[in-house]
């Protein structure tokens, strides 16, 4: 017999996945479009806290990014960003990097761990803000 496939994420793993981060581990997530993942947070009570922001749009712009005073975005080179994003989430967040109009990157703590969630994309931003972030996670 031959196992059905599933959709999501198994229970295991996002009980893995929430242990690691409350206990001290890092996390570097890219937010990504709501109406598609519904199967990813589908029973998962943390997932919000994990993963605070989702896009509910995306659209084309062209904007200077403004860095926040933070210590993952000093002295970096400033950029543009080719696209803006509505968000969709409640739960706090510091905004490190932002458009005129959205955050673009952000940090927040979950239990003893640290997130740095963004919608950058890594090819367009400066190498150093993922570097920086993942020393920071």
């Known amino acids: 017999m031959i196992a059905p496939i599933t959709n999501g994420i198994h229970r295991s793993s996002k009980a893995a996945l929430e242990q690691y981060v409350q206990k001290g581990g890092g996390l570097l997530a890219l937010a990504f479009r709501a109406k598609t993942d519904t199967t990813v947070r589908s029973g998962w009570a943390a997932y919000s806290q994990l993963f605070r922001r989702e896009k509910i749009t995306d659209f084309r712009v062209d904007e200077r990014v403004k860095q926040e005073s933070h210590p993952l975005t000093k002295g970096l080179p400033s950029f543009r960003s080719k696209a803006a994003f509505q ?14 109009s959205t955050p673009l990157a952000w940090v927040y703590t979950f239990g003893q761990g640290r997130v740095f969630q963004t919608v950058l994309d890594p090819e367009t931003s400066p190498k150093e803000l993922w570097q920086r972030a993942a020393n920071w996670v």
């Open 87 to 100: 968000l969709k989430g409640t739960e706090p967040i510091e905004v490190i990097v932002r458009s005129k």
